[in-house]
């Protein structure tokens, strides 16, 4: 249906020569002779089939998997429970999990596992179509909680600890986060002190914003925890550790002694978990219940790591826990597909005002502004749904060995800080602005939209503040940047560009290195054409990238001259920009991934992609990326990357791009591959496109019959 | 305590020769000297007490009643109740405000009212702070259903049906919408067909797409009905009007004989309100049930209108019904103020990450970054307050005959249409950020960000969607332009800029009038410290409004010449633009209210602003102005309105005003004037100072103890 509207919509070409030039320059790159055959021109269309095979990525089996265990209505979110029938039926859930056996993925061989760390994650963010809160209940249960004792945990505690957590035995609670502190883990105030007399570890609340807190599984279903505390011996403190801490009795669900708590109460979503606080008094635990994989208490105090700086120790530990922050960049993911889904199978079926006929409405999605609420957003979900097959493969690869280096682990932890931030605002972004493309009805909670963004919005927040995550990706470039220039003058690093190739894309880290070749940026788009251009896409976001960083790293270059206090002033007084550029870099990942999932590394293309569904992915791309140049468009005026003329073309033509897809929305959303039973939004079921075809009938057959009343605007003046 | 704070923040003025400039550029303004005495300098300082009033504006008493009256505990909201819950404690509530006499402010003294249209309004939203599901269910019963009745009715209405409402003895539904049709209300299918035989109006629902949608009060509590339908007699549909239907027994609460419906069910947030669908089938009531003001049937079935055209007419009914989208437009200011009380005063207060001392951390609001996302939206919200005030003082004017004229009539209806979808997004943007600027505390119920975020996400679409509503300032701006220059050449008009001498600002109408004068906007800004001159902002700002619409109305221009289908389509290419041009304008009119509010009319400033208070105040809206600017930064620099170095030069002024107005953040939340009993925050309730001194004294104790054990990485290495 949708591929017979005419994208040039009528445009009097005398009136608009900006935007039919633009036109006819898009129609020329999609009638290119056909790479393969040399001949014949290519028709701009999708294979919905291949495509939604290629979306599924490297786990697809995995994903088709937990996409049919999501499709089972009793996995499902019902909307309106309360808060207590919420958090059982979620609980219930996870048992349903378990029974099915989805939760020992990532777990060990030796105890029942199968060593699929991302094949593990891969299922697990599927989870969030079903329940938001059954994804968060089961990634505290064995994402976080169990993966401590996993990653943090010896021999010893995955004999003695992992089986009951894996058959959901004993559910447990993942005690980092306090009252007083968030993001800054390594300030809590929780303490673990060794004592000797005994051979165990003392656990202590010391005041009230060292409350453990927001922790699910504590309010009710816990009964145990890896409670993160200062680790003290002989009077030295060691800096956080885990210990494993069982807190409830299991018979009566009361707390053990010393243990207290409070449940978090009512939250704006993720209801269906039971957060909640813990603080301990003199809480007595056997020395073998530290986490000891870096760092250990001998029987007689002495404290030993395999990793002598304490901050590295720390960064170490808490790097294990990096599958959080990807499954929550997977599951954003999934949730703009879900918005999308909704808001443009809605648009193209709902009609409102009537524009150029007498009596038909227009369908919304004909709207050129409806076209430009939601078209560059599709774009941008593409883009972060190719970022995080990326990112998911990095993980895998360094947790199953194949890559576990120091910096391979640095890398994924860059990689996944610079991408949850972008991936988790984008579905929140997407899924409210697909509420409001749908009006009054996306605010109904049967469409879904309002109750996923709920939901969602503590993703932004939770598992590292997106803006902490961004300025610690800031401080690994800057420190590339200063490694890699340590004794150059900074005149010499004022301007420099790309070393890899065209083509040559990510390095393996996932982060762009820096080079000192300069190009002559003025030329980077001698026609507006040439925007479009992947090769001048890439230096113009590059390019923005490196600069940022170069002259960030110059304004901070005094700090090393100055007191630890000025120095801190100094790094604030350029914190904004900081964060500025560490989003440029994750934005230009994402266009990265973009490009090399249609281009391939080193050019070759994906097996099995078409030469149509390549110019529609282009198109799309290319709507991705000067999109984010045109949203950045002040920064190359200022910097004179672009002209004023050229600028102005960068607009016009993400307008006409966006034109030129919406033949192609439906499609580009199918291949998303959720069906109704994942949507579950009545809007978006057909029942909306059967109600305007009634209407249109109505009016149509009494217009026949002669029984519509005569309008009397068309009857001339009335006393 | 904020005040203690030095404001440069140990900037390295050698290395930031920018921000220092900029820096000493603001002092000078700050050191002025009296304008009164002639002598001494003014220091920058906020009179909590003098503005706190003069925010409260020209309804200052009926707004501080209203705020009793929310102080009160069972007016507010209890969090989590279920729907039928909350749905039966609104309904309650509403009981209280008739007993507490609140609702008859607006009514004709001959029913018992106060025929006071401003204070009217000026109460309901306030209500806003106590449940905005109590505010909007208020406005059905007396803004929509009441209001119909009283402006669409004539003396027999009020005396027969005006009583029922204003006591709440009839609950009722205000049936415009349907499910078809949202915004386009001229196109609803419903039908009511006058029976010459009984002298009765049958009403009809003719398709399921028809049936009346979104309804509060229908669902349940509704007995009667303002439907709204297309009137037909003989033969002749006469458009939308609308008609009284009792629809339930009040007795049984059972849907009268024809009537049906159904519970629209849970929404994303004012569940306190039931909202319903209805339809009719053959439903009859008596002649003079049609609310007759703009339009009647005589008993033989004859149409009259007071109004010959038809769109008029339509338009004339609709307009009396503006009053919704007033209230929205404040109701949504005091919950952006409500949000900001919040995050500012947790952020002087919450302590994260230790910067420049080893023990104490900073206080959140003093990062750059915290500064940025707060400081703009504090000034964004003063904007929006003062717009509010004007627009209220518009609305009353209208509705107490004062200035009621056609013109006056849409003028206000412009600036309504205006404000409403800026207030209302300003609002969900500025509870998102103070929500996720208060990290997962923000998250919690308890702390009422995600609460009134979730309620208040629908008034973006509803009372008119905002994008349709600035479709309607646009169009109001092409033909206010059109008619100008109806018969000037387009060469003429590419350059042309304000008539206005400085100091007279926003004409009568709301709507800055265009003229001819061509300044030379190179020299705007000659240097960077004139664009902080009221002067230069209001033409950077004027210019771009002017130019965007004289812009659109060229491309425009051959629609004449084009057939309705092919002018449609023209429209539509340029629909962003359009829509974007009223954004502007409507930009510039809460920055001319803003400024108007300072410098007053030709330049007399308001009795009893001292100096020191209007220097922050010219701060606050420099920063909202520059905000503006660089906001559109791209468009400046494009249109050559501003050199790169000088649009550079807007970031900086920005930045260093948010870090000059950090410490009068406090001060300038307190003037908002709402006490604990309003925001009801635990994290803003000093309950999150209390645990950092206690944390603080903790530490200071053991250290003093010699108690605290060492830190490790004092030591040195460790095996």
New interface residues.
């Given amino acids: 249906m949708t591929n017979t509207i005419d994208h040039t919509?009528?445009?009097?070409k005398?009136?608009?020569t900006d935007?039919a030039r633009i036109d006819s320059e898009l129609d020329a790159s999609a009638r290119l002779p056909k790479r393969s055959t040399g001949s014949g021109v290519v028709v701009a269309r999708t294979d919905v089939e291949w495509l939604g095979r290629y979306l599924l990525g490297s786990w697809a089996e995995v994903r088709l998997a937990a996409r049919e265990l999501t499709a089972r209505p009793e996995m499902q979110r019902i909307?309106?429970q309360?808060?207590d029938e919420h958090r059982e039926r979620v609980f219930g859930q996870l048992k349903l999990l378990v029974e099915d056996g989805q939760v020992h993925r990532a777990f060990p061989k030796s105890v029942g596992g199968e060593d699929d760390h991302g094949g593990n994650i891969a299922g697990f963010e599927e989870l969030v179509t079903a329940d938001p809160s059954l994804q968060i209940k089961s990634g505290v249960q064995w994402g976080l909680f169990g993966a401590a004792v996993l990653h943090l945990g010896t021999e010893y505690h995955h004999r003695t600890f992992l089986p009951g957590i894996m058959s959901l035995e004993v559910p447990g609670a993942f005690a980092m986060?306090e009252?007083?502190?968030?993001?800054?883990v390594a300030?809590i105030?929780t303490t673990a002190t060794f004592d000797e007399a005994t051979g165990e570890f003392v656990l202590d609340t010391?005041?009230?914003?060292?409350w453990k807190?927001?922790l699910g599984n504590a309010a009710k279903h816990g009964i145990a925890a890896v409670v993160f505390a200062?680790l003290?011996t002989k009077?030295?403190?060691?800096?956080v550790h885990a210990f494993y801490v069982p807190i409830r009795d299991a018979a009566t669900g009361e707390f053990l002694p010393g243990i207290g708590g409070e449940d978090?109460?009512?939250?704006?979503?993720l209801n269906g978990i039971d957060n909640g606080r813990l603080h301990f008094d003199g809480v007595r635990i056997p020395r073998s219940n530290l986490l000891n994989r870096y760092g250990d208490v001998s029987a007689d105090g002495e404290?030993?790591?395999s990793i002598?700086?304490?901050?590295r120790r720390f960064f170490t530990m808490l790097g294990t826990l990096v599958q959080g922050r990807v499954s929550l960049d997977g599951a954003s993911v999934a949730a703009a597909k879900i918005a999308l889904t909704v808001a443009v199978t809605y648009g193209n079926q709902r009609?409102?005002?009537?524009?150029?006929?007498d009596t038909d409405?227009e369908v919304l999605l004909?709207?050129?502004?409806h076209q430009?609420r939601l078209m560059p957003r599709l774009a941008t979900t593409y883009a972060a749904s190719f970022a995080h097959e990326k990112l998911l493969t990095k993980f895998d690869e360094v947790f199953s060995g194949v890559a576990d280096t120091d910096e391979g682990r640095q890398d994924l932890e860059t990689l996944a800080a610079a991408l949850k931030p972008l991936s988790t605002w984008h579905a929140?972004d997407t899924l409210?602005e697909a509420?409001?493309a749908c009006?009054?009805a996306?605010?109904?909670?049967?469409n879904r939209?309002?109750?996923l963004?709920?939901d969602l919005?503590?993703y932004?927040?939770?598992e590292g503040?997106?803006?902490v995550l961004l300025q610690l990706v800031a401080k690994r470039l800057l420190s590339d940047y200063s490694r890699r220039f340590a004794k150059a003058d900074f005149g010499v690093l004022a301007r420099y560009v790309v070393e890899q190739a065209a083509g040559r894309t990510v390095n393996g880290s996932g982060l762009r290195s820096f080079a000192q070749t300069v190009a002559d940026l003025g030329s980077t788009a001698r026609s507006v054409g040439q925007l479009r251009d992947s090769a001048a896409q890439r230096q113009l976001l590059t390019d923005r990238v490196e600069t940022m960083v170069g002259e960030v790293a110059g304004?901070l270059r005094?700090a090393v001259k100055?007191?630890?206090?000025?120095?801190?002033?100094?790094?604030?007084?350029?914190?904004?920009e900081i964060?500025e550029a560490a989003r440029a870099h994750a934005e230009l990942l994402q266009w990265e991934a973009f490009t090399e999932a249609i281009e391939g590394v080193d050019g070759t293309a994906p097996e099995g992609l078409d030469d149509g569904t390549r110019v529609v992915l282009t198109w799309l791309r290319d709507l991705f990326g000067l999109g984010l140049i045109?949203k950045h468009?002040?920064w190359y005026?200022?910097?004179?990357r672009l002209s004023?003329s050229r600028?102005?073309a960068v607009g016009l033509y993400t307008?006409r791009l966006s034109a030129r897809l919406r033949p192609h929305a439906q499609d580009l959303v199918s291949a998303f591959g959720y069906g109704p039973e994942h949507v579950r939004a009545s809007i978006s079921s057909g029942a909306e496109k059967a109600?305007?075809s009634?209407?249109r009938e109505?009016y149509r057959a009494a217009r026949a019959a002669g029984t519509l009343?005569?309008?009397?605007?068309k009857?001339g003046?009335?006393?």
Same sequence: chains 1, 2.
């Fill in positions: 919509q009528g445009i009097d005398k009136a608009d935007a909307e309106g309360s808060l986060t009252t007083g502190h968030g993001s800054d300030a105030g010391p005041f009230r914003g060292a807190d927001y200062q003290v009077n030295v403190n060691h800096g978090d109460g009512l939250k704006g979503g404290y030993s790591s002598a700086s304490p901050g009609r409102q005002f009537t524009a150029g006929s409405e004909d709207y050129q502004l430009k929140l409210q509420r409001e009006g009054g996306g605010f109904l909670a049967e939209l309002v109750g963004r709920a919005d503590v932004a927040t939770f503040d997106n803006h304004k005094p100055l007191s630890k206090k000025d120095a801190a002033d100094l790094f604030n007084l350029h914190q904004s964060i045109e468009l002040a005026l200022i910097n004179g004023p600028a102005r307008e109600r305007q009634e209407a109505y009343p005569v309008e009397e605007k009857l003046t009335t006393k």
